[in-house]
């Protein structure tokens, strides 16, 4: 599968040859190349495969400079065009990093672009209407990043299992292997996220709890085997998963995704059933780095926002002395909420709100 994507190349942000992009609904990876010289041309095809099935161009138009993006084929006429289309719309924001919405004309009333977009927008030299795709809604969209087949959706049935003051709902199981996969066009590489499999991940694990700066925060400087049955309890609790990130294929950061309301954190302010939390380290000393450190914040807050659409708060609880944890939290739209005491340590609240977030943040 080959989809061209014509470029004007003043218009677009400096990016590398080469992105990889992975649609929910069609299986396989889906590979753009291209530079930007010449005609700005890009080419998007699926891995091993090189025949076009799709093409769209790419322009700037009008005094408020709004972004068009013309699909010159598939033509819309069949819902599931709108993997294919998906895809042209997220390679078009990636090289477009400032761009709030792209326009694109002929396709209104289409079928495959119907899970798209929410507006259309006349032409006012033409008339013609045109249909818009906003950023803000369109990365909160399950068509990219997220493996459907590893998450569940589970209806509103209150459980009696949990803190008794907070009583949630029944929780759905934690996913299964990778299921979260994007492109980094900063970084030039592949970002993923799958469960922790202690059978496998043991030693990896325990080699970055037991680093000093890993240590010194998260205070499980502990053997393989106290880790094991650390990591046993947590398979065993439904509130709480265990997380590992990798950049390209190296494994970089480990994570804990957790639902607020009967986590620890959840007595100390109003909690919602859907909020989500997390904590997390770089445990790979080859990852380090604000720019790398920002790419997991921004991406960790994407998943769980993505992978719950009632979720409207993102939570933490960072020490209230870690000032470089809390200036990540605030380049990613966290607020610092309030300060108090856990019996371990003095905790910063800090909570991303979804419409922020994807208002004001750039994936």
Request: charge should be negative; aromatic fraction near 10%.
């Amino acid at each position: 599968m080959t989809i061209q994507v014509k470029i004007k190349p003043s218009e677009i942000a400096p990016s590398h040859d080469t992105s990889q992009h992975w649609p929910a609904g069609v299986a396989g990876e889906f590979i753009v190349e291209g530079t930007l010289a010449g005609n700005g041309t890009l080419g998007l095809r699926a891995l091993h495969q090189s025949s076009p099935v799709a093409e769209a161009s790419l322009e700037t138009s009008g005094n408020e400079g709004q972004h068009v993006l013309t699909i010159l084929q598939p033509d819309a006429s069949h819902p599931a065009d709108v993997h294919v289309i998906a895809i042209l719309v997220e390679a078009a924001f990636q090289r477009l990093p400032a761009a709030s919405a792209l326009l694109l004309p002929k396709l209104a009333e289409r079928p495959g672009v119907a899970a798209l977009a929410t507006q259309t927008v006349a032409d006012t030299s033409t008339g013609e209407t045109m249909v818009r795709v906003g950023r803000s809604h369109f990365y909160q969209l399950p068509l990219l990043w997220r493996h459907g087949e590893a998450h569940f959706a589970y209806p509103v049935i209150r459980s009696a299992l949990g803190p008794q003051d907070r009583l949630p709902p029944l929780r759905p199981p934690q996913p299964a292997g990778t299921f979260y996969r994007r492109w980094i066009p900063d970084l030039a590489t592949t970002l993923s996220m799958r469960i922790i499999d202690r059978r496998k991940d043991l030693a990896l694990f325990h080699g970055w709890m037991n680093q000093p700066r890993v240590s010194f925060f998260w205070e499980l400087a502990q053997s393989e085997a106290e880790l094991d049955r650390y990591l046993a309890v947590q398979e065993a609790d439904p509130h709480i998963f265990g997380v590992i990130g990798s950049l390209g294929d190296e494994p970089s950061s480990y994570f804990e995704f957790y639902w607020a309301r009967e986590d620890r954190l959840g007595p100390h302010y109003e909690s919602e059933d859907f909020d989500r939390g997390w904590h997390g380290l770089i445990g790979n000393p080859r990852h380090l780095g604000r720019p790398k450190t920002l790419a997991w914040f921004r991406s960790v807050t994407h998943c769980l926002f993505l992978d719950e659409p009632r979720t409207r708060r993102i939570v933490g609880e960072p020490r209230a002395s870690h000032q470089k944890m809390l200036s990540y939290c605030a380049d990613v739209a966290y607020d610092k909420v309030k300060e108090f005491d856990f019996p371990h340590k003095r905790a910063a609240l800090v909570c991303c709100e979804r419409e922020r977030f994807f208002r004001e943040v750039a994936l």
